[in-house]
């Protein structure tokens, strides 16, 4: 079997903790404990759990801006945990990441253009400017937003059109490997509907394998052949989405599953599972 | 005898100097004991509605027209001091954040025990008694620890769970909530939703719930509101609404929704189509009306 695009292997994460006055050696809290994980080339893998369960750390250490206590990332080979920023940057070009929050992400005194351009020209894919607004302007159209936002600053956009911002900074590069870190959670269901499918688009067009870190199963289902479900540090379970839906193996995962609300009236939704979460609490 | 405790007639409200329509003529009835849903995407003006009903309408916004009437008292009109009298005793707030809803320098006795003091006239001991039953009946399993802890020491869902207690505190006739389980996990939502539900039906609450999530609503509401840019598209009963819906941007509304039980089904952005005929339909009414104020 052909190795795998990314291979995490028993990833230990501990971050820590803010000294406090009258606490001043805390222990590291610990937020991996011990995960294995593998992508591959061109799959679109979900990452779900709750908020804490350390999906979002797990994102960041395929990514090597993580660096974890012990285990080890491999992309494509190449060892990625504890390389130096210039052995790393041959590889950055190669795996991406969108934003939660594209807001924050965005640098508000930058256009569109030169927030899309900046990368490009950093990994030497274009010369210079003027090829530059050529290939930003492709990827622009590529991924919906109008030609005139290319002057605008992230402020001006809708939220739709700022996460689209973050999909063209991280697909313009050409990665193989991309992880979107909860990037629909604060957008309207329609403008999130979009924002999936042009990510679904993309990830066949250009055969991207692509993290999906989400806390909504809902969606990971709808886009995702394969998950983790995390839970404090640990991948409580792992499968493909079709079987794992249909029958979890553990409480957890099930539990997940039908706290989701679906837009059918269900009249025992809220009284079903009542004791199952007490075990969460 | 009025059958509502709530009435919301024709409501418009505008905003700026070119009074742009934030509400468009909204209705709806609300009758004791009912849970209705607010339901629609942002700029929708659910929030908007909720405000008027507060009667926290920020300045900048104008009422153009419309009642609203609470026990058949237009809370329009109402006396501000007679107003005030009414919201945390009568009316009652969950807000969707409740960690800026809570005083981070009082502890939650403090903060649980105020309007049973001051409103009620219990004093401290019968005050402190009633909020720890209240703790007690909103699932937090050591109310005396909970009692002693400020806003910052409980977790997001505990939290929540405090102000619903101090929401039905007084058993309000009509408790609003807005948004309350957006920022919080889905089990934790899950939770928050079924304990509001228990309150209002064990207090005969009547709840106005503002969400985005039509999941939410299939789950909870009785009836349901369906809003875009401020005008109703949609209302009656939830099962009827989204079991055979009525209007086009209901049923775009809710294909939009991903669905693990179906996911062939779904993630159908609205198409521009829909959206492009209700904004001209919405923008030729404008035109049409005389302009208010």
């Known amino acids: ?281 | 005898m009025n059958p509502y405790i709530l009435r919301v007639q024709n409501l418009t409200v505008t905003t700026g100097r070119r009074a742009h329509k934030v509400l468009r003529d909204v209705s709806f009835d609300l009758s004791p004991g009912e849970v209705h849903g607010l339901v629609g995407e942002s700029g929708a003006g659910k929030s908007t509605i909720i405000k008027v009903v507060l009667g926290i309408l920020p300045r900048a916004m104008k009422m153009a027209s419309g009642h609203v009437e609470f026990e058949g008292r237009d809370l329009l009109r109402l006396p501000s001091a007679q107003l005030r009298a009414l919201l945390g005793t009568e009316i009652a707030l969950i807000p969707q954040d409740p960690l800026t809803a809570l005083n981070p320098g009082r502890r939650i006795d403090a903060q649980l025990t105020d309007g049973l003091r001051l409103q009620r006239g219990l004093s401290w001991h019968d005050a402190e008694a009633k909020a720890l039953a209240l703790l007690d009946e909103v699932h937090i399993r050591d109310p005396k620890r909970v009692m002693r802890c400020y806003p910052h020491e409980l977790s997001g869902g505990m939290r929540q769970r405090v102000l619903i207690a101090a929401a039905f505190a007084l058993d309000p006739k009509l408790v609003v909530a807005d948004e309350p389980t957006t920022a919080l996990d889905v089990t934790v939502q899950k939770q928050i939703l079924r304990l509001i539900r228990g309150m209002q039906e064990r207090h005969k609450t009547a709840v106005i719930f503002v969400t985005h999530d039509l999941g939410v609503v299939a789950q909870i509401c009785d009836t349901t509101t369906v809003l875009y840019m401020g005008k109703v598209m949609e209302q009656g009963p939830t099962d009827r609404l989204l079991s055979s819906p009525g209007h086009p941007y209901t049923t775009a509304l809710i294909a939009a929704n991903p669905r693990y039980d179906q996911p062939e089904m779904g993630l159908e952005p609205i198409p521009g189509a829909i959206i492009d005929a209700l904004r001209a339909e919405i923008a030729a009414a404008d035109q049409a009306e005389p302009r208010h104020g």
């Open chain 1, 1 to 281: 079997m052909a190795e795998p695009l990314v291979a995490g292997q028993s990833l230990r994460v501990a971050y820590r903790r803010q000294r406090g006055l009258f606490a001043p050696s805390a222990e590291p809290a610990p937020v991996l404990k011990g995960v294995d994980i593998v992508i591959d080339r061109g799959e679109t893998v979900g990452i779900v759990g709750e908020s804490g369960s350390g999906k979002s750390t797990l994102g960041r250490t395929l990514l090597g801006l993580v660096t974890p206590l012990s285990g080890v990332v491999r992309f494509d080979g190449h060892i990625v945990t504890g390389q130096s920023e210039i052995e790393l940057r041959p590889l950055r070009r190669r795996m991406q990441m969108i934003f939660q929050d594209p807001m924050s992400s965005l640098n508000p005194r930058h256009t569109i253009g030169r927030i899309l351009a900046g990368p490009a020209l950093l990994h030497g894919m274009v010369a210079n400017s003027g090829e530059a607004s050529v290939l930003v302007a492709d990827v622009m159209a590529r991924v919906g937003l109008p030609k005139a936002l290319m002057d605008r600053y992230p402020h001006e956009l809708s939220g739709g059109q700022r996460q689209r911002v973050g999909i063209a900074r991280a697909v313009i590069l050409k990665p193989d490997f991309v992880v979107a870190d909860e990037i629909v959670s604060g957008l309207d269901v329609s403008t999130q509907a979009q924002v999936l499918r042009l990510l679904q688009d993309l990830g066949r067009e250009m055969g991207l394998a692509l993290a999906f870190i989400s806390h909504d199963l809902s969606v990971i289902r709808s886009i995702c052949r394969r998950v983790y479900v995390m839970r404090e540090g640990i991948v409580e379970e792992e499968g493909e989405c079709s079987a794992l839906f249909a029958a979890p193996k553990t409480a957890y995962t099930r539990a997940l599953i039908d706290a989701i609300p679906l837009p059918v009236r269900d009249p025992n939704w809220l009284r079903r599972g009542g004791a199952s979460e007490e075990v969460l609490a």
